[in-house]
């Protein structure tokens, strides 16, 4: 080809191209801004509908038709996603698509944008379509609902292209549940290639994966019981720690032991300690007379130590009634009421000793060795005397006497009944021991078991050397005992 026919052919090239830009920015031109609205047919009759690029309109008779203003960008880029906005005027009480943002059923809208070059895509993505309802405002006389709708722009050719995005119907719910069908208006959009900026562009590599992070519910709720039993495992750990090592009450004393046991204890320390034998008669009895008082005033409740005897006797009047013996009264022959004999301490008794042992510790006087065994002995004996165990001196009421019946005292019978015998009285061996709840035979029958013993002994110890005798010499001596016989000395002089 010659040169000047190469230039004109890239002339004409060039007049394709301008002409090419000019028809596409007339378009551009032509889609800027909201496209108005048809106008709208105030009584369009029922199946009646209006047919735009595929889209059929479809109002019920009687109902007013739905506003509808819809925008789309003029400029958009291959592969990516452009938004359709869709703002629908409405009446109160009806709703803009009523089955939600479901789209899987507009078959027939997909395949119209699928010729176009256009894909609707996923819901379940990130560029899913939104629709909400601006707040009822009681000036106005209707409800305005928005709709967005992306869509991703598929181009057929590389470059840039030209497309038309075709009518999308829009169907509004009546509250009476009729349905009503508006479509939206054509939109011309110029794509452009990504590349279409970069020079000598080559292909990239995908790009590389993100961490999925997954969300460990198990691990999760484990952790939380594990840390919340980690704190109640600690509050627990601590009380018991506390518990563990809090101070211990002291266990509770021992009873105190009585102050007879006590008293007895020391007095029988006191006899073995060994003062007799040294001669230390003055701390025996001092020991003594302690054991004594510190005894009473235990006993009766007060302090015996750091009390004199006639405080000691003074409170014995008062507290130690019925343990220890004051003055008896006589026995009223004409009241049924008598006094038995008292196993308690006589207060005469405890007085003298403790006199006794005032003189000893006060008056320094030395006591002989028998006067300190007498003491010690009536010290025992005052605390064997009061302890609680004896019964101290009390009123013994006698038992009235029980009425006779005079038949059983005459002793009258029947006459064929046999006499009761009387039962015969136990025979008791002089070697078996006293049997104390058997009663004391009488004087006289001691007096006469005396005597038949006496005879009986004497009896046999005057036969038995009457028998010797006879056997040895053949002479009967007289029955006299051999040993002489014994004589008391006079009062108050020797024999």
């Not at 009687?62 to 789309?72: I, N, S």
Request: charged share 25%; aromatic share 4%.
């Amino acid at each position: 080809m010659s040169r000047p026919a190469r230039s004109l052919g890239f002339s004409l090239l060039g007049l394709l191209v301008t002409a090419s830009l000019l028809l596409g920015g007339a378009g551009a031109s032509r889609a800027q801004g909201p496209t108005p609205p048809p106008p709208a047919t105030p009584d369009a009759g029922a199946g009646a509908g209006e047919s735009t690029y595929g889209c059929v309109e479809s109002v019920p008779k009687g109902a007013q038709r739905p506003v509808v203003v819809d925008t789309f960008p003029q400029r958009g880029t291959s592969g990516w996603a452009a938004t359709l906005s869709i703002t629908v005027r409405h009446g109160k009480g009806e709703r803009v698509l009523p089955s939600g943002l479901d789209l899987s059923s507009a078959v027939e809208a997909k395949k119209v944008l699928k010729q176009a070059g256009f894909a609707i895509p996923d819901q379940d993505g990130g560029a899913g379509a939104q629709i909400w309802t601006e707040p009822d405002q009681g000036d106005k006389p209707g409800a305005t609902t928005h709709l967005e709708l992306p869509v991703v722009l598929l181009p057929p050719n590389p470059g840039r292209n030209v497309m038309m995005l075709p009518p999308l119907p829009v169907a509004v719910a009546r509250a009476n549940g009729e349905i009503a069908t508006v479509c939206t208006h054509d939109h011309p959009i110029v794509v452009e290639d990504p590349i279409a900026n970069t020079p000598d562009a080559m292909p990239k590599e995908n790009p590389g994966g993100l961490p999925q992070r997954e969300e460990w519910t198990a691990l999760k709720k484990a952790l939380g019981w594990a840390a919340l039993g980690l704190v109640v495992g600690a509050i627990l750990a601590v009380l018991l720690w506390r518990k563990l090592n809090q101070p211990k009450p002291a266990p509770p004393p021992p009873p105190p032991r009585p102050p007879w046991e006590v008293a007895l204890e020391e007095l029988d320390e006191v006899r073995h300690a060994g003062l007799l034998e040294n001669e230390r008669y003055g701390e025996y009895f001092d020991r003594t007379s302690d054991a004594l008082r510190r005894y009473l005033g235990a006993r009766f409740g007060f302090d015996g130590l750091e009390s004199t005897t006639d405080e000691i006797l003074a409170a014995l009047k008062k507290q130690a009634g019925g343990f220890i013996r004051f003055d008896r009264p006589s026995p009223d022959a004409s009241s049924r009421t008598s006094l038995a004999p008292a196993p308690g301490i006589s207060f005469d008794r405890v007085a003298s000793f403790l006199r006794e042992c005032d003189l000893v510790k006060f008056a320094n006087l030395t006591p002989t060795q028998q006067q300190c065994a007498t003491s010690i002995a009536t010290g025992e004996a005052i605390v064997r005397g009061t302890m609680p165990t004896s019964t101290g001196a009390r009123t013994v009421l006698e038992e009235p006497e029980p009425e006779v019946d005079p038949v059983a005292a005459a002793q009258l019978r029947a006459p064929f009944t046999q006499p009761e015998e009387a039962p015969r009285a136990r025979v008791r061996s002089p070697y078996e021991p006293p049997d104390p709840d058997e009663p004391a035979p009488a004087p006289e029958q001691r007096a006469s078991e005396t005597g038949d013993d006496a005879t009986s002994s004497g009896t046999a110890s005057a036969s038995e050397p009457d028998a010797k005798a006879g056997e040895g010499k053949g002479e009967r001596e007289p029955t006299t005992s051999s040993r002489p016989p014994r004589r008391e000395p006079p009062e108050g002089g020797e024999t």
